[in-house]
């Protein structure tokens, strides 16, 4: 499997749920991006924790990362029917330019 | 705000065309990418370019080739188009020595 991968799939919640999504990752990682892209659109920047930091927060959002385990969650709480997204984890590359994308969590949110 | 634009949200072109993409950005970012997104494959690199002029490959660059003359534009290329290269395509730009990428709404190509 490729650097950063996503687990489940895809996920359907009720609003006001929270979500949890799952990346594992191969290699070591200086940070951890986490991206949202809405249907048919581009990628949004989320949060990105660095490998020294275990959690971070921003607004309704909290990332986790184990090094040890080379994993990352994504906590998304009381979910809102505008989170319905997919959610990609990102890792550094072999270069410093280069990101390397898992195949993302589809998170439907229903109203 | 930063903005990254595409030339085109929807492109239909027949196999064997020479199709150009394009993708400006207005925040001054050194650094300039071209992935491809597919179902169940996520996003991959086709090339990046770190400064003016500058080309690097991706993971994917076969079939592509880019090109930068300014600093705000980076072109995509496909010199001659064909059926597996139907996908979303996605520019991003980034500062150099920082880490967020911030993407352009995609173009997605059909080509027939």
């Known amino acids: 499997s490729q650097q950063g991968e996503e687990d489940p799939q895809a996920l359907s919640i009720q609003e006001g749920e929270n979500a949890t999504m799952n ?3 191969k290699t070591s990682i200086n940070n951890l991006q986490w991206y949202r892209q809405n249907s048919g659109r581009g990628l949004v920047h989320l949060i990105l924790i660095r490998s020294n930091e275990r959690e971070k927060h921003s607004g309704r959002l909290r990332v986790t990362l184990d090094t040890s385990k080379k994993s990352s969650s994504l906590l998304i709480t009381a979910s809102r029917a505008a989170d319905t997204a997919s959610y990609f984890c990102a890792t550094r590359g072999d270069s410093s330019y280069k990101l390397i994308f898992g195949s993302g969590t589809r998170l439907l949110v229903r109203p | 705000d930063v903005k990254v634009t595409q030339s085109s949200r929807y492109l239909v072109k027949r196999t064997g065309e020479k199709v150009f993409l394009e993708c400006v950005q207005d925040m001054d970012h050194e650094n300039m990418f071209w992935y491809r997104q597919d179902p169940g494959l996520g996003l991959r690199l086709i090339y990046f370019s770190y400064d003016v002029k ?3 490959k991706g993971d994917i660059p076969e079939g592509y080739s880019v090109s930068r003359e300014k600093k705000e534009r980076f072109s995509l290329i496909l010199e001659s188009a064909s059926t597996n290269q139907t996908s979303m395509y996605l520019c991003a730009s980034k500062r ?7 993407f352009g709404p995609g173009t997605r190509l059909t080509v027939l």
């Open chain 2, 96 to 102: 150099e020595s920082y880490n967020e990428q911030f």
């Open chain 2, 54 to 56: 500058m080309k690097e």
């Open chain 1, 23 to 25: 990346c594992s990752y």
